[in-house]
């Protein structure tokens, strides 16, 4: 990457912290643009940013719909960080007609169904891991919520778990259901007994780190795997659909 176009790159790092975006954000947005970057300089030479045209900046789009085959939503995201690009750090005007968002299918989520769910937590042995997916279920929570847990998060007496700073950076309660408390009060007693309201409910191998969601997705991959569900039908975020449709399928 030439000199100008690492000091674009780095001015448009700026202006994406100081909107106080999450880190990992930051990170995702900022290889887009390189991604853009990498492109201009392998197929139009030399040319600076502030001089690529619209057709120029469709054909990459093109690029990363027929070439690499990446999903609407995804090149949506691409589009959208070219046009941060364009009015916060090359201060141009971007044209939504020249450089429209794709269209893209609205798909319903597959989703397990009860009995597939408690066979994943019954056949889990590490009263860990049994405790971990009990609580996505029963709670709702997202998989990154559930990692930054504190012991002190879980409030017995109001049934409820405290989730500070969530997705959308906003406090709330999630529901504790009698089951996963139960399959907690297991995991605190035999795995955990010396846990105070400030550690990690869920801690990780490194010491004062929370486990990572790689480890509870891989946990959960390797049991649907196990009891011969195809790995590839749900992921994590199955267990969220499956909170809301079953509650909404028992009336709530």
């Known amino acids: 990457m030439n000199k100008n176009n690492t000091s674009y790159l780095r001015q448009h790092e ?16 900022v ?27 469709r054909s990459y789009i093109r690029y990363l719909k027929d070439v690499r085959s990446l999903n609407p939503r995804t090149i949506n995201v691409h589009i959208a960080q070219l046009r941060d690009f364009y009015q916060y750090v090359l ?20 989703v397990p169904d009860k009995q597939q769910i408690n066979a994943v937590i019954d056949s889990l042995e590490n009263l860990k891991h049994k405790a971990e997916i009990a609580l996505l279920y029963s709670s709702g929570i ?7 847990l504190h012991c002190g998060d879980i409030l017995v007496s109001k049934k409820c778990i405290y989730i500070s700073k969530s997705k959308n950076r906003s406090d709330r309660y999630a529901v ?17 007994p010396k846990a105070t309201k400030n550690d990690w409910l869920f801690p990780g191998q490194k010491a004062g780190n929370p486990i990572c969601t790689m480890s509870v997705y891989n946990v ?5 795997a196990a009891l011969g569900i195809p790995a590839s039908d749900y992921s994590l975020h199955s267990l969220r659909h499956a909170f809301g449709l079953h509650l909404y399928e028992s009336g709530a």
């Open 220 to 224: 959960f991959k390797k049991q649907l």
């Open 176 to 192: 504790l259901s009698d089951r996963a408390y139960q399959k907690l009060c297991a995991y605190i007693l035999t795995c955990y």
């Open 91 to 110: 201060h141009r005007d971007w044209d939504r007609y020249q450089v429209p968002y794709l269209h893209y299918d609205q798909l319903l989520p597959r």
């Open 31 to 57: 290889s887009y643009l390189s991604q853009f970057i990498d492109w201009t300089e392998s197929f139009l030479g030399a040319k600076p940013l502030p001089d690529i045209s619209w057709e120029e900046i």
């Open 14 to 29: 700026d202006v994406l912290s100081f909107r106080d975006l999450a880190v990992g954000t930051v990170n995702t947005y």
């Open 142 to 148: 997202r998989v990154s919520e559930l990692c930054r």
